[in-house]
């Protein structure tokens, strides 16, 4: 809004400065020789004129200017001249303007030109039906509907002000702007063909090549020279994706994107969103980045799952087409069945794949998984397999709050729905489990060694366990159980550090 009064003010500002500095000129009568074929007197309205019958030219030599036209009606008392027929007005050896009808008045150094009115200069061409051309300020201004053609670019709308002199164009109502780079549509534009730069004011709304659709509701900036864009506020979408921002800025060429402050990022096939304060996009690699907070959150059906980082980088292969989004730095991800902490996380869109490094933690129910390196595949009803990858310790917390304990070189565990199904212990297997009677009363604690082992569970519990390879047992009795013997090597149960929607969201 803010943008759209200082747009109303520029206009409003240089309509008046135009109009002081023509009545400022509007003494005096210009010197003019003219000649014709054929030459007549006569009165209109109590006014003598001249009236030039073919071959018509008027010649303002102090300027260096030229009108020719088909028949012309000189008011040389008034100081105006009509003209009708194959109007031609020269400029020196650089402006010509081409009409049916002509006014001039010498006074007020204004040429008005009506139908079917070309102006063109060195670098400009300039169509429309209504024209006054300022001769002292070397400045055009049309109405009615006219069409500029620079170069390969075209602008068209109801009103306009061509500077010749400064090369500042200035369009209002139903502006639009045709170029090999976008096509413009906006309520107020100011273009300077030397720079090559557009300035819009208003709604404004651009479509690529490409098919993105470029949108801002307080105007943009485009350079047409080096193809870089702009937005103060804006939105960019495509039909994969859309990208907002505070400030935006892009170029067509290089495919770099910009945003910043109030960033969102939406992938529509995948739907999935990310937040940020500043996010920085390289198209034709594919890479994004995103800075400040950022905070991934895919919808799953009935559930949405989150994810949170210092840093976030999405990669799409321009090969393959498949999506990664990798986060650094104080990784946390919530879903309402599943919690993890890292240092770096690898997400593989696509299939839904999640790889979780150095120092990984993740919760599931009142399980607590931990290992060098983590991979959970996740679908929309929840967890379906997670695997441990070198010192993997899992924690098993039953329903009295006691700790079952499995530790290995490698687990991997399967889900049903969502609750855990299966567990293979592969490698160097230790189990810590609580043994109850059917009443749920404990009896003790067995610790066995084996080399491997695999674990059916039901309703979340252990059903069956099958130990591999001479497996070694070992019974500790309520009263000899101490910290030392309830715990394997390497125990940290970490639910203190649990991520919750309330950490995550920032809520």
């Known amino acids: ?53 073919h071959n ?16 012309a009606f000189f008011f040389r008392k008034a100081g105006r001249m009509e003209c009708y027929g ?17 006014i001039y008045d010498t006074r007020e150094r204004l040429a008005r030109m009506r139908e079917d009115v070309i102006y063109t200069d060195k670098t400009t061409k300039l169509y429309t039906d209504t024209l006054n051309y300022y001769v002292e300020t ?35 109502d139903s502006v639009r702007m045709k170029s090999p780079e976008y096509n413009l549509r906006t309520d107020s534009l100011v273009y300077n063909t030397n720079t090559k730069i557009a300035e819009t004011f208003g709604e404004t709304e651009s479509i690529t090549p490409e098919g993105y659709i470029i949108d ?41 994107y910009t945003a910043k402050n109030n960033v969102f ?44 980082a210092d840093t976030l980088v999405s990669i799409e292969d321009q090969v393959t087409g498949e999506r990664f989004l990798l986060a650094y730095d104080s990784v946390q991800i919530f879903k309402s069945n599943l919690q993890g902490l ?45 695997d441990l990858y070198k010192n993997a310790f899992m924690i098993l917390e039953d329903s009295l709050g006691q700790f079952n304990q499995l530790r290995g070189r490698d687990i991997f565990s399967y889900f049903s729905g969502q609750e855990l199904s299966k567990m293979d212990v592969i490698g160097n297997s230790e189990n810590l489990y609580y043994a109850m009677d059917e009443r749920k009363g404990f009896l003790g604690i067995n610790r066995i060694i084996c080399s491997s082992t695999t674990m059916y569970f039901s309703g979340g519990q252990p059903a069956e366990v099958i130990f591999y390879t001479k497996p070694e047992a070992r019974f500790i009795p309520p009263h000899e159980i101490d910290e030392q013997s309830s715990r394997l090597k390497g125990f940290q149960w970490l639910g203190d550090m649990r991520p919750t929607r309330k950490s995550v969201l920032r809520e």
Request: a negative charge; charged letters at 25%; aromatic letters at 10%.
């Open 342 to 386: 890292a240092d770096s996380i690898s997400y593989h869109v696509t299939d839904s794949t999640i790889y979780m490094y150095t120092d990984p933690v993740l919760w599931n129910d009142n399980n607590q998984a931990t290992a060098d390196t983590i991979s959970i595949l996740i679908s929309s009803a929840g967890l379906k397999q997670m």
């Open 138 to 172: 070397r400045s055009a201004r049309y109405w009615g509907g006219g069409r500029i053609i620079d170069g390969a670019n075209e602008l068209i709308s109801e009103e306009g002000i061509y500077n010749t002199a400064t090369k500042n164009m200035n369009f209002w």
């Open 216 to 256: 801002s509701p307080i105007g943009a900036i485009y350079n047409l020279s080096n193809e870089n864009t702009v937005l103060p506020s804006g939105t960019i979408e495509s039909e994969e994706y859309m990208l907002k921002g505070d400030t935006l800025t892009f170029n067509q060429t290089t495919g770099l």
């Open 86 to 102: 194959n109007v031609r007005v020269h400029e020196g050896d650089s402006i010509t303007i081409i009409s049916k009808k002509l």
């Open 1 to 53: 809004m803010i943008k759209q009064i200082f747009g109303a003010l520029f206009f409003l500002s240089f309509a008046i400065n135009f109009l002081n500095i023509n009545n400022a000129i509007a003494q005096k009568k210009e010197k003019v020789n003219y000649k014709s074929d054929s030459l007549r007197g006569g009165t209109r309205d109590g006014e003598r004129f001249e009236k030039l019958i």
């Open 265 to 308: 990022l939406e992938n529509f096939e995948e739907q999935l969103i990310i937040t940020g304060t500043e996010a920085k996009m390289n198209k034709q690699e594919g890479i994004t980045k995103i800075y400040g907070n950022p905070l991934m959150k895919k919808i799953m059906e009935a559930d949405t799952f989150y994810l949170k």
């Open 56 to 71: 018509v030219e008027f010649d303002f030599k102090k300027r260096d200017s030229k009108i020719y036209c088909d028949s």
